[in-house]
């Protein structure tokens, strides 16, 4: 009843993403098959340009769009959605009060964390197929024939980055054993950086390197766990794919551990 | 047979208690030989005590005669043909303290003050074996 | 001489630089209700985790149903045996009470429909309500259900009637009573020291990090006596001399001694000082605790 339980746990905040997230697509798949124009992104956008291996002078259009897509759209929705799913599980338990009830059971701490994170990482998993699908619909509608297969590969890829960043949420709340404190670590570190990242880049020829330096790591992290190489290259990133995956079960490992020799 | 809710702050322990009620319900009559008492369990639930403490004293009460626990059937209040000699005693005993009882209270003293005559003139009861010879109580 | 269902050797655990337990000696025999008395913070709640592997002990061993608490997976098959009831008594607010029994039901496979069925409407729990819309007694007997119905062979209840109205406060201790007399161990953790008085047959103190009173309620209503003598007089110097004297206490012309043992004989030899008076008084569970539990 783990399964049971973490799914009523969640499902109202996976529904409330996925409501409006599907309200949106309706709308504009309905602004769609009255008038297209304004919904398609301009050409130059984010890793814009690339060719994709489908039928000819449409490549351009269809990149773009797909770019609009992987490029940005669905990891930040993805990463959107890991947010508000993760906070729960023994970490939450701990200070609602019903924590000693759990570890009151005859179920393992291993068994309830790792059902809870496979439950979240398939409903990462299922956002990024359905709402791919929808996308790619809404693609077809607007006159770029979609290569479903390869979209839903994609997605596939694209949740697994998600995973990793997920993982790494979940091993921060079980070190703090509290969400509040790596959720604002996290963002704060992560705004904290760019900005001063950005600002050293505007001021000193060290801080001009450094700049450089801070913007290619963090490119380099993005582009890393966003990989939309499967869809312009057109074959499958096994090392990246493998990486993302070995991350995932590291990091998820190493929480588990964690949760393992706390006192609760 | 109607069981009274024991006083666990009273002096006296709530198996002594039960004894004492049981054993008055069959002097007075109220339980005759032959009649069955209430399961041990049921006892236990309604007055809400430790149902080793009502185990006890069904226990203590077989010992001492006044009824039998029937394997498998329950406990049974003995058919007192051959009453033996304790609890003779003790219904001989009874209408002293009965009558004891009643004077004191007509003297003005409560239950406590009674008890507490009873326990002093125990002790001193006693005293002849210390060195010293003490006088008696007023 | 019953098996130890809970048993404890030198058990210890220190938070930061504050020893809660010193070297515990626990031992609760099986089928009683076993009464566990402390000071707020003196480490009930700590012992209890420590038992059911929520915590993990600094030293020593312990052993719950025979099995020792400190490895993870013997821990687990502790608590298939065993109901535990905390002090937050904190369930999952989200779930209405309905699913909160299906969902504990299914880890038990000794899990007794009877018994959830008896206490579903004893209790009087509305299936359809979610938990955090129920009130603090309502909360507390679901928690006791879902420990109860389980089928457990211990039970390890912290604080069980706390914040309770007097009719849940009896349907609980009825709830106790049952299932001691179906062979249910119950270790219970209570300030309410009346109610311990009542259905427990025995009793443990913890005081100081260390058990410092572990006997039989009747045992400790036989022994411990108050011997009030009264002089004509001053009362004379008497001190804790005799083996048993515990306390003793001057007021004007009377003295009072607290003994935990051979009252009689004491008295007897208190006769020495010539009391125009001797009562021997009982002494109530509360008296015996704050004797026990006395900052140094």
Redesign the interface.
Known sequence: MLWYKNWLETRGRLLAIWLPVFLGFALAIALAIRSAAWLVPAPGAPHGGALVAGPGDRAAELANWWAFWFGGTLPFLLAALGLILAPGGLVSESALGSVSFSLSLPASRRRQFSVRAALLLLELLATALWTTLLAAGLGELLGHPAPWSVALVQALLTALGVAVLLSLGFLLAALFNDWAKPLALGLGLFLGGSLLVNLMASFTEVGQRLGRFGIAALRATYEFLFNDSFFIAGHFPWRHALACVALTLILLELAIRVTERRDY | MLLLKPNPASGVPIYVQLMEQIRHAVETGAMRPGDQLPGMRKVAEDLVVNPNTVAKVYRELEHEGLIELRQGMGAFVRAQAGEDQGAQRFRLGQPIVKTAVAKLRALGLDEDEIRRLTEAELVHARAPRAAAPTPKPR | MPDAVIETIDLRKR?GRVEALRGLNLNVPA???CGFLGRNGSGKSTTM?LL?????PDGGEGRVLGWPIDD??AS??I??R?G?V?E?K??????TVE?MI???????PAWNRALEDRYRRLFELPAERKIKALSKGMRAKL?LLLALARGAELLILDEPTDGLDPAAN?EV??AL??A??EGVTVFVASHRL?EI?????CVRILHDGRIVLAATL?EL??NYRRIQLVFAGAAPAVTVTLAGMVEVRHEGRAVSVLVSARA?AI???L??F?P?????????LKEIFLENVKRP
């Open positions: 938070f089928g009683s209700i985790k059911l592997g929520m915590v993990r993870p997976r687990v098959e608590r298939r065993t535990f905390s937050e904190g369930l999952y607010s989200y779930l699913q299906q969902f504990t039901r299914p880890f038990f928690a009896e201790l009825q009573v049952a001691a007399a009346a008085e009542q259905i427990a047959d009747d209503k036989e009689e008295a007897d030899e006769q020495r010539q125009i008076s001797t009562e021997l008084l009982p002494v109530g």
